[in-house]
């Protein structure tokens, strides 16, 4: 049968401060006796130290819970904050960039854009489809050169934003015109009218670009 002197364990592990009440009682005896001396030992006692401690301890468990707890959301939100100034950042860089080239780039003529043109001024239909198939290929290396990232055009446009992507609702419409004359085939029925439509929205993406 254990005694005051053994070393209370719980169910899973050592019983801590059964412990520090065991060392107490060895440095400072048991409570108990009478009169003044139990009067002025009181505090020291093996019970009052360790329900001191435990008070204590339970203080600064609680209060280490919660410096944690605002410490991991400063970490999120910092994470957070870091990924949406990244993104502002790179589409000022995407704004500077063009704008400088606008200014001080040097316009050579496009012969690719040379020979869209040229296609969709004919009066023959396979004519146009190739006019806008051309004109594709060349968007797809203008998204590529601007560092959009994705492996196809629209992945490439889906990760463009509006506001640094100001033709973007263009570009989508003139690529989904092309997807239909891939996909269709002979069965897509192209008109002139919708024909120089897409051409004219792929002009003035390449156009914000400074492609031409």
């Not at 005896?29 to 001191?52: E, H, R, T």
């Not at 004109?135 to 992945?155: F, H, P, R, S």
């Not at 570009?171 to 004359?181: E, F, G, P």
């Amino acid at each position: 049968m254990p005694d005051q002197n053994d070393i209370s364990y719980n169910e899973y592990s050592l019983d801590f401060f059964g412990f520090l009440r065991v060392v107490f009682e060895k440095f400072f005896g048991s409570a108990g006796g009478s009169g003044d001396g139990v009067a002025a030992s009181s505090w020291f006692s093996p019970d009052v130290l360790v329900d001191n401690f435990v008070t204590y301890w339970n203080v600064f468990t609680v209060f280490s819970w919660l410096v944690s707890a605002l410490l991991i959301f400063g970490i999120i939100y910092a994470y957070i904050r870091d990924g949406q100034l990244s993104l502002v950042e790179n589409e000022g860089l995407l704004r500077q960039e063009r704008l400088y080239a606008q200014l001080y780039g040097v316009r050579t003529s496009n012969k690719r854009w040379d020979d869209v043109e040229t296609h969709i001024t004919t009066d023959n239909p396979n004519d146009w489809k190739l006019a806008i198939i051309e004109a594709d290929i060349m968007l797809e290396d203008v998204l590529k050169e601007a560092g959009y990232a994705g492996l196809t055009i629209g992945d490439k446009l889906k990760s463009a934003s509006p506001t640094s992507f100001t033709t973007l609702d263009q570009a989508w419409r003139a690529h989904r015109v092309r997807n239909q004359i891939a996909h269709s085939g002979p069965d897509f029925v192209l008109t002139k009218k919708l024909a120089q439509e897409t051409i004219a929205q792929y002009k003035m993406v390449f156009q914000e670009f400074n492609a031409l």
